[in-house]
């Protein structure tokens, strides 16, 4: 059983930046690829960035390209989401995933586990 533990959200003006953490328990870490997602009112859960175990290979939601990088260190368990240039339409609760499997990292039912969540507010 892996625990994922968000923090970092909070309210921001747009064109401001946020970074979010990921801490989690697994005593193996590494071996786990990463995923951030987001879902706003009313709307599914989308994709937003993933990390491979290694940090090999990050991977973007087109909408966030160029504005947010998700890093880790697996020294410290944590995974993290700067995001900078935010948008209104970045407004949403955002979670991070874990999973060990390779496979479809954009689909978020591929994931085994999720944290509780963070708000990030982003005011016009």
């Known amino acids: 059983q892996v625990q994922l533990v968000e923090s970092g959200g909070g309210w921001v003006q747009a064109g401001g930046s946020l970074r979010l953490s990921c801490a989690a328990s697994a005593r193996t870490f590494s071996t786990y690829t990463m995923g951030w997602f987001r879902q706003a009112p009313g709307k599914e859960r989308e994709f937003v960035a993933a990390i491979s175990g290694s940090s090999a290979g990050t991977y973007y939601a087109d909408s966030v390209k160029g504005r947010f990088t998700t890093s880790r260190d697996n020294t410290k368990n944590t995974m993290y989401l700067q995001m900078n240039s935010l948008k209104p339409e970045d407004t949403a609760v955002y979670y991070c995933?874990?999973?060990?499997?390779?496979?479809?990292?954009?689909?978020?039912?591929?994931?085994?586990?999720w944290g509780q969540g963070t708000q990030v507010t982003v005011s016009s």
């Open positions: 995933a874990a999973v060990r499997a390779v496979g479809p990292l954009t689909t978020p039912t591929w994931y085994d586990y």
